[in-house]
């Protein structure tokens, strides 16, 4: 009986240890993961430096690291009252939106400086964000794909080491030239321009 006692009795205390060893563990699991995730929101956070995209072959000469520097937004119009509150005329040009500063200038065809907004330091981080360590993916049509001549304008460029890059500008109804943000980061980085094309006159510099 006592045998059996004294063995019954130490099963017990080696499952009381197996237990705090195992919420020592998840403890531990639980700690390690909030710091991992609050280290990584921290790096997420800190978008000070340049931003890069990696542009494959297809685009540039080879793939590679390129630091973005502007990002144009073509086709822009607003109310004059933007530069001129004596006229109702429309102003139209492309937007430049420089990387570093977040400043927003409306340029003409001969690069006069229409007007000048900024990005707030919110929305400078987000376009940041959605670009660093994006890539930039072509579109592959088979050569003996059968496809009809129509042209699709870019819906934004990146300038990037002396490069220009056409987003979403298409050479036929296959897509062929097509250009844009891999994955799902291309709608995303649709919505952020449209957003910014609609309400860039609304903006104000900090």
Same mark, same amino acid.
């Given at each position: &009986?006592?045998?059996?006692?004294?063995?019954?009795?130490?099963? %017990?205390?080696?499952?009381?240890?197996?237990?705090?060893?195992?919420?020592?563990?998840?403890?531990?699991?639980?700690?390690?993961?909030?710091?991992?995730?609050?280290?990584? @929101?921290?790096?997420?956070?800190?978008?000070?430096?340049? /931003?890069?995209?990696?542009? !494959?072959?297809?685009?540039? #000469?080879? $793939?590679?690291? *390129?630091?973005?520097?502007? /990002? $144009?937004? !073509?086709? /822009?119009?607003?109310?004059?009252?933007?530069?001129? %509150?004596?006229?109702? $005329?429309?102003?139209?040009?492309?937007? /430049?939106? *420089? &990387?570093?500063?977040?400043?927003?200038?409306?340029?003409?065809?001969?690069?006069?400086?229409?007007?000048?907004? =900024? @990005?707030?330091?919110?929305?400078? %981080?987000?376009?940041?964000?959605?670009?660093?360590?994006?890539?930039? =993916?072509?579109?592959?049509?088979? #050569?003996?794909?059968?496809?009809? &001549?129509?042209?699709?304008?870019?819906?934004? *460029?990146?300038?990037?080491?002396?490069?220009?890059?056409?987003?979403?500008?298409? &050479?036929?109804? =296959?897509?062929?030239?097509?250009?844009?943000?891999?994955?799902?980061?291309?709608?995303?980085?649709?919505?952020?321009?449209?957003?910014?094309?609609?309400?860039?006159?609304?903006?104000? =510099?900090?």
């Amino acid at each position: &009986m006592k045998i059996a006692s004294i063995h019954n009795k130490t099963r %017990k205390q080696g499952e009381i240890v197996k237990r705090v060893l195992a919420l020592m563990t998840m403890f531990c699991l639980v700690l390690g993961f909030q710091n991992c995730s609050q280290s990584n @929101l921290q790096n997420a956070g800190d978008l000070s430096g340049d /931003v890069s995209v990696i542009i !494959p072959s297809e685009v540039g #000469a080879s $793939e590679s690291q *390129s630091t973005v520097t502007y /990002v $144009e937004i !073509p086709e /822009v119009s607003a109310e004059s009252s933007v530069s001129s %509150k004596a006229s109702s $005329e429309a102003l139209a040009g492309r937007l /430049v939106i *420089s &990387m570093q500063s977040g400043s927003i200038q409306l340029m003409d065809d001969a690069n006069n400086v229409l007007s000048q907004r =900024c @990005l707030d330091s919110s929305r400078l %981080k987000e376009l940041k964000t959605i670009l660093s360590g994006s890539s930039i =993916c072509a579109t592959e049509v088979s #050569a003996d794909q059968i496809c009809a &001549m129509r042209m699709k304008s870019a819906y934004a *460029s990146l300038y990037a080491d002396e490069r220009r890059v056409n987003l979403g500008e298409e &050479m036929d109804s =296959c897509g062929r030239g097509k250009k844009d943000l891999c994955g799902g980061l291309a709608d995303v980085f649709r919505s952020y321009v449209s957003y910014v094309r609609a309400h860039w006159a609304e903006m104000e =510099c900090e």
